[in-house]
């Protein structure tokens, strides 16, 4: 069963362009939802996270949107450029002694056209 | 200041051998885990541990084995290898149980 599903699994886009990717959850238990990007041969880097008490959060070009009622969430990338080319993915995580489990979504190969 | 440091990058091995993944981090960070990243199925967990000595299963924790004996480091052994062990290795750390570090992957090739 999959815990986080993640849309689409492919995405290009124009630079300047706005790239958005979008993950369900299925447990009301999750309450912090990271998101990750990875280049070509390196480990995954923490991106921007949210917790469901609030409903957007940006981080430079970086949003993150949740719908608490509809568990969604989506990342946005305002003005994309060539250089955030790269896979995205999606996590979440439950509170108290759960928390250090990660489920992440499948993944999102974003590519920015010049 | 380096990280999460894991070894080697790349590994080839035969069905059936033995071998350890090194992970090790100098942030003094209480959490550690271990993935597995396959094409088209995200990263899974294996193992984690909440700190020294206390060591737990995640989503695909069989065929593989973890200690802690230290802060610092966190092996991951594989027991007898099988062609479906056959992936990338991520070992991440956190000082708390949200923002993990991930190092840089071992790539692993079972024949």
């Known amino acids: 069963q999959q815990q986080v599903k993640q849309s689409p699994q492919s995405l290009i886009v124009q630079k300047g362009g706005i790239p958005i990717i979008n993950c369900a959850y299925e447990?009301?238990?999750?309450?912090?939802f990271p998101w990750y990007q990875q280049f070509p041969g390196k480990g995954p880097a923490l991106l921007i996270a949210?917790?469901?008490?609030?409903s957007e959060k940006k981080e430079g070009r970086f949003t993150i949107s949740f719908n608490k009622s509809a568990k969604q969430f989506s990342l946005h990338i305002m003005d994309s450029q060539p250089g955030d080319s790269a896979t995205y993915f999606c996590?979440?995580?439950?509170?108290?002694?759960?928390?250090?489990?990660?489920?992440f979504g499948k993944g999102t190969k974003l590519s920015v056209i010049p | 200041n380096a990280g999460v440091t894991q070894t080697p990058k790349f590994q080839v091995l035969k069905t059936g051998q033995s071998m350890t993944l090194q992970c090790a981090q100098d942030?003094?960070?209480?959490?550690m885990s271990w993935y597995r990243q396959d094409p088209g199925m995200g990263l899974r967990l294996i193992h984690y541990?909440?700190?020294?000595?206390?060591?737990d299963q995640g989503e695909v924790p069989n065929g593989y084995n973890v200690s802690r004996s230290t802060t610092e480091d966190f092996p991951l052994r594989l027991l007898s290898a099988a062609p479906s062990q056959t992936s990338v290795y991520f070992c991440?750390?956190?000082?708390?149980?949200?923002?993990?570090?991930f190092g840089s992957g071992t790539r692993l090739t079972v024949v």
């Open positions: 991440a750390s956190s000082a708390r149980a949200y923002g993990y570090t």
């Open positions: 447990n009301t238990a999750f309450d912090y």
């Open positions: 949210i917790r469901p008490d609030v």
């Open positions: 996590a979440a995580s439950k509170g108290g002694a759960g928390s250090y489990q990660l489920t």
């Open positions: 942030m003094n960070h209480e959490y």
């Open positions: 541990s909440v700190g020294a000595g206390i060591t």
